[in-house]
Every structure is written in structure tokens, then in C-alpha cells.
T-cell receptor, first 117, second 109 residues
Framework: GAVVSQHPSWVICKSGTSVKIECRSLDFQATTMFWYRQFPKQSLMLMATSNEGSKATYEQGVEKDKFLINHASLTLSTLTVTSAHPEDSSFYIC?????????????FGPGTRLTVT | EDQVTQSPEALRLQEGESSSLNCSYTVSGLRGLFWYRQDPGKGPEFLFTLYSAGEEKEKERLKATLTKKESFLHITAPKPEDSATYLCASVDSNYQLIWGAGTKLIIKP
């Protein structure tokens, strides 16, 4: 149980284009999903928290107009990197939390490697 | 300020050499402490949740313990496949995760 998928697993795009990453909870309903980015040899950096049906809450320093998050259903959240630039190249990971889990454990997807050329 | 600190940053062990990883925390209103394993290029894999001081949990060669100030991840007779980065995170009173920087564990055959 508690499986989270991400698609695509990797993507290469040209500077100025937009990229959408999907995050799905496969066997549970995720009332809350999180988006992280991770630079090489560094820990996870929380970008935003999204609750189903409401606007995402962004961490300080994260541009909400650049990183668009949609959490339209209890099993799907999407992150769109708009007008991507090389500095947006990173490893993006989503996680999901079930309302049935009292311990608030987060279950992670396998991550998406974004390279902007 | 709430903070989680992991040590050491990296640990190299011979196969079969037991050791422990440390996670120190200063978090008000701690609701739980998580341990995750992360392999290169992959998302973290959930290992344990600990809720209160004195609690212990085990999974195969791993055992996690919790005190009021820190948590330990003990690894007994490790194998090369245990090589990974181990992350700990605390859950604060607002249910937010505060992450440590991780310990990179390398087990040499």
C-alpha cells in the first residue's frame, strides 16, 4: 500500500518552454500532496503544499507564477514549470499524505529529473 | 528555531560491521519522527515513524529508537544493499516536516 507514482521520470526541455509533472497516489486518497526539489547531494527542499480543491501554499522564495500547482482530485496533483530556464534543472519529487494516516507520514514518488537546455 | 541535525554526514562500513546513525532534533510540539531511505535518483522510501521517547521499531537489519532529544538508526550486520542515504524528519506542531540533511551510508563488501 501507499504507492505514489510520478510522470515523467525524466524530461528534457528547451529554455522558455513549460513542463508538466504529474503525481498520483495509486492506492489511497491523498488529501494533501507536497512538492519538493532536490539538488545534487542536498536534502529535500519543500516547494509547496497542496490540498485537494484549494490553492497551494508556497514556501518562502518559491515563485507561485513559475511553479503552478493543481490538486484537482484526491489522487492527482500536477506541477507545471512555466517558462523553464536552465536554473530550474533539478530533481522534483512529490509526496502524498493520506487523511487516514494519523501519523502524517508522507509517501514519496520516484521523482522527475528535469533538464532545461 | 526548529531544527533537525543528522550525523555523521557520511559513514563507510565494512559488510557486517554494525553501527548507528544519529538524528538530533529541537522541535517544539513534536508529533513524530520519521526515517526514510533514499537511493540515488529515487524518491525517499518510508522506513519508520516514532512517536514518543522510549519507542523502538525494527525492520530487517534496521532498528530505530527515540529519546527526548534524538533518534538513532541502528544497523546490524549491514550488507552492501543497505548502502543509501538515510534521512530523518520531525513533524512539528503544525504537521510540517523538518528534514535533516541525511547520512550517506556506504557498505563495502
Amino acid at each position: 500500500g501507499a504507492v505514489v507514482s510520478q510522470h515523467p521520470s525524466w524530461v528534457i526541455c528547451k529554455s522558455g518552454t513549460s513542463v508538466k509533472i504529474e503525481c498520483r497516489s495509486l492506492d489511497f486518497q491523498a488529501t494533501t500532496m507536497f512538492w519538493y526539489r532536490q539538488f545534487p547531494k542536498q536534502s529535500l527542499m519543500l516547494m509547496a503544499t497542496s490540498n485537494e480543491g484549494s490553492k497551494a501554499t508556497y514556501e518562502q522564495g518559491v515563485e507561485k507564477d513559475k511553479f503552478l500547482i493543481n490538486h484537482a482530485s484526491l489522487t492527482l496533483s500536477t506541477l507545471t514549470v512555466t517558462s523553464a530556464h536552465p536554473e530550474d534543472s533539478s530533481f522534483y519529487i512529490c509526496s502524498a499524505r493520506s487523511q487516514r494516516t494519523p501519523s502524517y507520514e508522507q509517501y514519496f514518488g520516484p521523482g522527475t529529473r528535469l533538464t532545461v537546455t | 528555531e526548529d531544527q533537525v541535525t543528522q550525523s555523521p554526514e557520511a559513514l563507510r562500513l565494512q559488510e557486517g560491521e554494525s553501527s548507528s546513525l544519529n538524528c538530533s532534533y529541537t522541535v517544539s510540539g513534536l508529533r513524530g519522527l520519521f526515517w526514510y531511505r533514499q537511493d540515488p535518483g529515487k524518491g525517499p522510501e518510508f522506513l519508520f515513524t516514532l512517536y514518543s521517547a522510549g519507542e523502538e521499531k525494527e525492520k530487517e537489519r534496521l532498528k530505530a529508537t527515540l529519546t527526548k532529544k534524538e533518534s538513532f538508526l541502528h544497523i546490524t550486520a549491514p550488507k552492501p544493499e543497505d548502502s543509501a542515504t538515510y534521512l530523518c524528519a520531525s513533524v512539528d506542531s503544525n504537521y510540517q516536516l523538518i528534514w535533516g540533511a541525511g547520512t550517506k551510508l556506504i557498505i563495502k563488501p
